[in-house]
Structure formats: structure tokens, C-alpha cells
């Protein structure tokens, strides 16, 4: 059974552009969640989508993030315009309904922002 | 605030020497604390789940204990293929479902 697929694996960018990282999470799977770590913290909570629908989006950081869940399966997570303080790894990981802290986690999307 | 304190922050042993890994956490109502483990440019791996004070999981030589305040991961006659970060998780007793972790312990084990 494929795990939850993120990409890209690392992207380098300019302050001010945009950065789309991609989440497969897996089949079947309804719970997707998106996590960040930057450097020297602990991993943090964005948000959580059930299928298609936002169910907790507290821990987004500010209007430039934009994630979307299309039909329920993928998942993108757009940084516009991108600032340095978004450099980090992003995660993305998902799980069963009834098992909602169990989560499968993706390698991780590194961003580094100049 | 949910807090969730880890200690140490680094750990060394030698094969064998068994230890323990504690993780301190702060939260209005916990609904389940979790524990991962983190290889180098992986994601966290699931290991455990605790639910209520008292409860005890064992996966080959790693058991985790709950208290109402704190869980210990023992680690029995470590081996080194069990070097990696240890992360806890907690989460609250709401509608929601984040988990709060805690910054980690990296765990080395030296043949």
C-alpha cells in the first residue's frame, strides 16, 4: 500500500514568489492534515481537512497560506507571497476517521525561502 | 495553552543500557497522547497511543506509560537500529483534532 506522497521533496524560492506544495494522502484515508516544523521548533498544527471540507484551519498563519482538498483526494497547500519565516519543512499526513491521532506522515516538503 | 515538555532534548547510550524518555504535558482535557518516532529526513512513524492514566503499551524493546501529568517511553536493552527522535503528542478533549507536539528527544544508541 503507497504511504502519503508529498511534492515537491525541496524547493528553493525568492522572497515574494509563490510555492505550491502537493499532498497524496492515502487511499482511503478522509482525515488529511497539513504541519509545519521550522528551525529548532517543535512540528506545528495548520490544519484539517475531513474529505473536501476545512474542519480546523486555526493554525494557518496568515492569509498567504491557501490549501485546498480537491474531490476529497490531493491536497495543495500555496504560499503566496512567500517571506522568510516560511522557510520550513511542511507535513503532510492523513488517517482513518475513527483513528484521528494515528496519523501516516509524509517525508516532508522543504522550503527555503531567500 | 496545550504544552507538551520533552526531556532530555538528547539522550546517548550504550547498547543495552535501558533508559527512559519523558514527555510533561499541559492540557484542559486530554482526549489521547501519541507518541512518534522521527528517523533523519522522514516524517514521524506512529508508535503508540494512551488514553487514560495508568495505561501501559508495549511495541518490542519501547513500552509507554501515562499519569495524569506526564508519560515515560522506557526503552529496554536498547539496540542502535533504535537511535532516531522520539516526539510526543497530545491531543485535546475538544471537537478538534490537532495534535500538539513536543520538541523531541534525539536518542542515539552506540554499539
Known amino acids: 500500500e503507497a504511504g502519503v506522497t508529498q511534492f515537491p521533496s525541496h524547493s528553493v524560492i525568492e522572497k515574494g514568489q509563490t510555492v505550491t506544495l502537493r499532498c497524496d494522502p492515502i487511499?482511503?484515508?478522509?482525515?488529511l492534515y497539513w504541519y509545519r516544523r521550522v528551525m529548532g521548533k517543535e512540528i506545528k498544527f495548520l490544519l484539517h481537512?475531513?474529505?473536501?471540507?476545512?474542519?480546523?484551519e486555526s493554525g494557518m498563519p496568515n492569509n498567504r497560506f491557501l490549501a485546498e482538498r480537491t474531490g476529497g483526494t490531493y491536497s495543495t497547500l500555496k504560499v503566496q507571497p512567500a517571506e522568510l519565516e516560511d522557510s520550513g519543512v511542511y507535513f503532510c499526513?492523513?488517517?482513518?476517521?475513527?483513528?484521528?491521532?494515528?496519523?501516516?506522515f509524509g517525508e516532508g516538503s522543504r522550503l527555503t525561502v531567500l | 495553552e496545550d504544552q507538551v515538555t520533552q526531556s532530555p532534548e538528547a539522550l546517548r547510550l550504550q547498547e543495552g543500557e535501558s533508559s527512559s524518555l519523558n514527555c510533561s504535558y499541559t492540557?484542559?482535557?486530554?482526549?489521547?497522547l501519541f507518541w512518534y518516532r522521527q528517523d533523519p529526513g522522514k516524517g514521524p512513524e506512529f508508535l503508540f497511543t494512551?488514553?487514560?492514566a495508568g495505561e501501559e503499551k508495549e511495541k518490542e524493546r519501547l513500552k509507554a506509560t501515562l499519569t495524569k501529568k506526564e508519560s515515560f517511553l522506557h526503552i529496554t536493552a536498547p539496540k542502535p537500529e533504535d537511535s532516531a527522535t522520539y516526539l510526543c503528542?497530545?491531543?485535546?478533549?475538544?471537537?478538534?483534532?490537532?495534535?500538539?507536539f513536543g520538541t523531541g528527544t534525539r536518542l542515539l544508541v552506540s554499539p
Open positions: 481537512f475531513v474529505k473536501e471540507s476545512k474542519q480546523d
Open positions: 487511499s482511503g484515508h478522509d482525515n
Open positions: 503528542a497530545v491531543q485535546e478533549n475538544t471537537g478538534f483534532q490537532k495534535l500538539v
Open positions: 494512551l488514553y487514560s
Open positions: 499526513a492523513s488517517s482513518q476517521v475513527y483513528r484521528a491521532g494515528e496519523l501516516f
Open positions: 492540557v484542559s482535557g486530554l482526549r489521547g
